[in-house]
């Protein structure tokens, strides 16, 4: 098939990129466009697509891709609809315990985790980035630094499908801590924690990272979180981790994570995304050999329980992903695109 053709088919199909996700349109790499128009965002899951039009607000304008990302993500964590923010699923204690990351194309970055009643986690974060000498942190802290940077302190108010999930969850409070590498088959079973399978056999997630390039062609990303949902109070997962939930290297490209945050831990997921592609592997191939090594690090049982999928960008501004499983999602948005792409992914179900 020409190239054209190959584009034509793809941009077909782009118009109805809806249906593609509610099919599981299944790509090959050959089949994927370049994206060669400049400011591009990218985002994961569906609330990426509201995400990248707070992003596209500073991008559309000739802005600085570390504002739109910061932006975009923050128009999730307000939304009290979505697994982000102070409205999502708690910790099993009741609280919501919330992370998030962001990082420039200078390599500076900031994080915070096991942060409370704050809105914006994010914007914290890039305060942490502006005006303190560190990278992280974490807790009573980060929550002090966030009151005395003039973050107003909210009440916790869980939405009502996470107060109906936490309740539910209460009847039996069920805890299985899912990273265990071991021949244990209590530790097998996925439990609470987030991205899990619904009944409907979609899977439940809780986490947007976004990455973006702006005009001049620098990159950013930002990460943000409440993590597993009824998680053991006190524990963090990827998405506030530079190298694991988010990096950037603006000579190379850029990369965030979602699914299951000890995995993608456990192979310091975006910064290895980042490093494939340094040696020339395309974003799209570039995550899927890293999920293929998420899966190598996982005994097969478990593999089935989890899901983890990598989004990225390289300096071109082409844009890939790859999932361990099929259900996976990403929002992009360019001058000429604004649309959900169904990610590939290592399995079939
Ligand atoms: N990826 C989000 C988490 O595991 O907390």
């Not at 570390?66 to 708690?90: F, I, M, R, Y």
């Not at 965030?256 to 490093?275: F, K, P, Y």
């Not at 983890?308 to 996976?328: E, Q, R, S, T």
């Amino acid at each position: 098939m020409s190239n054209r053709r190959k584009f034509l088919q793809f941009s077909l199909l782009g118009g109805m990129g809806l249906l593609a996700r509610k099919t599981g349109f299944a790509r090959s790499e050959e089949t994927f466009p370049t994206i060669t128009g400049k400011p591009v965002v990218i985002s994961t899951w569906d609330a990426g697509l509201a995400a990248n039009k707070g992003a596209w607000e500073v991008l559309g304008k000739g802005g600085r891709a570390l504002d739109a990302v910061e932006k975009g993500v923050n128009v999730t964590e307000a939304s009290q609809n979505c697994c982000v923010g102070l409205g999502a699923n708690p910790d099993r204690d009741g609280f919501v315990t919330l992370d998030a990351c962001i990082m420039d194309e200078f390599a500076n970055c900031g994080s915070v985790a096991f942060l409370e009643r704050i809105k914006h986690p994010v914007s914290v974060a890039r305060r942490v980035m502006e005006k303190t000498p560190h990278v992280m942190l974490v807790g009573s802290g980060a929550q002090q630094f966030a009151v005395a940077e003039g973050f107003p302190l909210e009440e916790q108010k869980l939405s009502p499908e996470a107060q109906a999930a936490y309740s539910n969850w209460l009847k039996n409070s069920t805890y299985h801590p899912p990273a265990i590498n071991v021949e244990n088959k209590a530790n097998h079973d996925h439990g609470p924690f987030a991205p899990y399978k619904l009944e409907n056999g979609e899977w439940n997630h809780d986490t947007i990272g976004m990455v973006a390039m702006d005009t001049f062609g620098n990159l950013s990303g930002s990460c943000t979180t409440s993590g597993a949902g009824f998680k053991m109070r006190g524990r963090l997962g990827d998405s506030p981790i530079i190298g694991a939930g988010l990096f950037v290297d603006n000579e190379v490209g850029a990369c965030t994570a979602t699914g299951q945050g000890e995995d993608v831990i456990r192979i310091a997921g975006s910064h290895t995304v980042v490093e494939l592609m340094r040696q020339g592997l395309s974003p799209e191939a570039a995550c899927k050999k890293a999920i293929e090594r998420v899966a190598r690090k996982v005994k097969p049982e478990r593999v089935k329980e989890i899901q983890v999928a990598f989004l990225a960008i390289n300096k071109k501004g082409k844009v890939g992903a790859w999932a361990l499983h099929p259900g996976f999602s990403y929002a992009i948005k360019s001058n000429d695109r604004e649309e959900m792409v169904t990610s590939g992914s290592m399995f079939n179900s």
